[in-house]
T-cell receptor, first 114, second 114 residues
Framework: KQEVTQIPAALSVPEGENLVLNCSFTDSAIYNLQWFRQDPGKGLTSLLLIQSSQREQTSGRLNASLDKSSGRSTLYIAASQPGDSATYLCAVAPYGGATNKLIFGTGTLLAVQP | ETGVTQSPTHLIKTRGQQVTLRCSSQSGHNTVSWYQQALGQGPQFIFQYYREEENGRGNFPPRFSGLQFPNYSSELNVNALELDDSALYLC?????????????FGPGTRLLVL
């Protein structure tokens, strides 16, 4: 059974700092891995999607890496800003399931202090 | 904006009642998925519909049911509500372009069962 774990559960950093969020998954048989952002009480915004054949994806100040063999992904945020404060969720799409069945971690709550 | 809307935004019900949540997605989005997100947890996959047929289900009892309509709207119905059904319910529709499938999440419906 696929399980997704995110560490740390919460993180507080001063503005301008670079930071790394971690995600691990137990079964490497995945189509892809996505990182989402969720603001309080809101829906999910997709940040980056990494296909199983890829190693990383970049968008602006965000860089996500995927090491499928070790079951790990990291989300790197450069020069953090107060507007980055949110919960960050990673999710994997496992092989053999419904095409859009995502298995999520419990998220990392990020607070960037001005 | 993802183009996916959900109604209502908030809802309060009592134990044993029935509830219908609605989702409207963009033209051409043939697949819709529903997720339940309890407070402090990641979303959990309930089920997926493709071209008006259920096409995958998570670990949820039969009192959770759905419908998808030809006009790209869908419903999640929950019968015999329990206190543990209190959660944010998210729908996500997807579109395939250039061989890539992208999911778009709605803002969610927050359900409180008393």
């Amino acid at each position: 059974k696929q399980e997704v774990t995110q560490i740390p559960a919460a993180l507080s950093v001063p503005e301008g700092e670079n930071l790394v969020l971690n995600c691990s998954f137990t079964d490497s048989a995945i189509y892809n891995l996505q990182w989402f952002r969720q603001d309080p009480g809101k829906g999910l915004t997709s940040l980056l999607l990494i296909q199983s054949s890829q190693r990383e994806q970049t968008s602006g100040r965000l860089n996500a890496s995927l090491d499928k063999s070790s079951g790990r992904s990291t989300l790197y945020i450069a020069a953090s800003q107060p507007g980055d404060s949110a919960t960050y969720l990673c999710a994997v799409a496992p092989y053999g399931g419904a095409t859009n069945k995502l298995i999520f971690g419990t998220g990392t709550l990020l607070a960037v202090q001005p | 904006e993802t183009g996916v809307t959900q109604s209502p935004t908030h809802l309060i019900k009592t134990r044993g009642q029935q509830v219908t949540l609605r989702c409207s997605s963009q033209s051409g989005h043939n697949t819709v998925s529903w997720y339940q997100q309890a407070l402090g947890q990641g979303p959990q996959f309930i089920f997926q519909y493709y071209r008006e047929e259920e096409n995958g289900r998570g670990n949820f009892p039969p009192r959770f049911s759905g419908l998808q309509f030809p006009n790209y709207s869908s419903e999640l119905n929950v019968n015999a509500l329990e206190l543990d059904d209190s959660a944010l319910y998210l729908c996500a529709s997807s579109l395939v372009t250039g061989g890539m499938e992208t999911q778009y999440f709605g803002p969610g419906t927050r359900l409180l069962v008393l």
